[in-house]
């Protein structure tokens, strides 16, 4: 399968303290090399200004793309500008775009996106939460406009909400997202009245959720959801960061909870999408369960 990235995704430098530094994806790809002999790492391209304005607008284009700082300039308390930034945040974007591209083509099935500045915080104008770009939904619109799709859904389990996937789309019935999420927890959105048109489904967890409980949900409440909106696309925001070990919250998962997950969404994707799904990746902050949890999803999305 399928594995997009660019080393420009190690450029965007948020500092010695920060998360979400490029050390994640250097451990991210030596961890699919190591289990994956023969992987098929794929150099992504760089989105267009015109896949981006898709979802985002002008102004945070020119946030992003034109203040070429010189040193570290904060955004916000947690998200960072740097000298490579912006290639950083066009191949994290474009590898979807690419990954769309292929599985929209009939080419492979299924893709996985091995990127970073992560994106699903990131808004229509407001890069924040780490994100500068929304990664995933600029790779929705691309699957609406480019191939004209009706039904993309968007799965997402990193353990934040992806309040900026959510804002973007909460009021297009062409796609549906679908989010498990700590709460209390950053951004403090995804609660579950927030329905869009229908097409929104928020399942909060408390602080402390193991994997009966998140299977459970993800069982009785979010697949059926699936289902039901039959996609022809299935669009996945990959979140590692409700593994037990991550630092940034108190979710108790083990590796295997995504593998089974990951599996689920296959199922899916082969019952209504023909086999179409991309992932990318977003969160996850502990390097070993990074690692650990990204050989799990992918083992489970080859085979
Ligand atoms: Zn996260």
């Known amino acids: 399968m ?12 948020t500092g010695p303290d920060h998360a979400e530094r490029p050390q994640r994806l250097v451990a991210v790809i030596e961890a699919l090399r190591a289990a994956f002999p023969d992987l098929d790492l794929r150099q992504a391209p760089a989105a267009t200004r015109g896949q981006l304005l898709r979802v985002h607008d002008e102004t945070l284009l020119q946030t992003v793309l034109e203040s070429q700082p010189t040193g570290r300039i904060p955004l916000d308390a947690d998200t960072v500008l740097s000298p490579g930034s912006a290639q950083a945040a066009l191949y994290a974007a474009g590898a979807g775009v690419a990954a769309v591209d292929l599985v929209c083509n009939g080419e492979l099935r299924r893709a996985f996106c091995a990127v970073r500045p992560p994106g699903h915080h990131a808004t229509a ?31 997402d389990f990193d353990v934040h909400h992806g309040n ?4 973007i789309f909460e009021q297009e019935p ?57 996609p022809q696309l299935v669009l996945v925001s990959a979140g590692f960061d409700a593994h037990r070990l991550d630092p940034l919250a108190q979710l108790e998962l083990e590796a295997e909870d995504f593998a ?5 969404l296959v199922v899916l994707a082969d019952r209504h999408a023909e086999g179409r799904l991309v992932s990318m990746l977003e969160g996850g902050y502990d390097l070993q369960a990074l690692r650990e949890c990204t050989v799990a999803h992918l083992q489970a999305l080859a085979s």
């Not at 939904?137 to 039904?151: N, P, W």
């Open 2 to 13: 399928p594995v997009f990235s660019h080393a420009a995704c190690l450029d965007h430098d």
């Open 174 to 230: 062409r796609v549906q997202y679908l989010s498990s999420h700590q709460l209390p927890l950053f951004p403090d959105t995804g609660l579950r009245r927030e329905r869009g048109v229908g097409n929104i489904v928020n399942i909060p967890l408390a602080p402390g959720t193991g994997s009966t409980r998140f299977c459970e949900a993800w069982r009785e409440r979010i697949l059926p959801e699936i289902d039901a909106f039959a």
């Open 164 to 167: 900026g996937t959510q804002a």
């Open 125 to 155: 104008d407001i890069a924040m939460g780490f994100c500068l770009f929304n990664n995933i939904a600029v790779a929705a619109a691309h699957a609406l406009e480019r191939y004209g799709l009706m039904r993309v859904s968007i799965v």
């Open 260 to 264: 089974w997950l990951t599996r689920e």
